[in-house]
Nanobody
Framework: QVQLVESGGGLVQAGGSLRLSCTAS????????MGWFRQAPGKEREFVAA????????HYADSVKGRFTISRDNAKNMVYLQMNSLKPEDTAVYYC????????????????WGQGTQVTVSS
């Protein structure tokens, strides 16, 4: 069992930056692949980024590639999403998720989810 809590969301102007954090509790955090998803009002939840259990590989949606960076610190049970050059279309609730496999892009393959943190980018 893994519990996930996101933090770091807020209101930022277009072009600005935010860093989201996800704190995990429970055993064997380092054995889970971790992902970030987001859901904007009226839209389906979508994949943003994911990182392997070791941190050696990272994967990104085309819409955020080059602007967002996912990282993890297994010693601290933390996952981060550094978001730069933010755009109004990045506005959404961002969710942290964990899975025991390496199928990064599909949300239904993730076993554990946080409650989400709101990110709002003003133009």
């Amino acid at each position: 069992q893994v519990q996930l809590v996101e933090s770091g969301g807020g209101l930022v102007q277009a072009g600005g930056s935010l860093r989201l954090s996800c704190t995990a509790s429970g055993r064997s955090f380092s054995s889970y692949s971790m992902g970030w998803f987001r859901q904007a009002p009226g839209k389906e939840r979508e994949f943003v980024a994911a990182i392997s259990y070791s941190g050696n590989s990272a994967h990104y949606a085309d819409s955020v590639k080059g602007r967002f960076t996912i990282s993890r610190d297994n010693a601290k049970n933390m996952v981060y999403l550094q978001m730069n050059s933010l755009k109004p279309e990045d506005t959404a609730v961002y969710y942290c998720a964990a899975q025991s496999y390496a199928n990064y892009y599909s949300d239904y393959l993730y076993d554990y989810w946080g409650q989400g943190t709101q990110v709002t980018v003003s133009s």
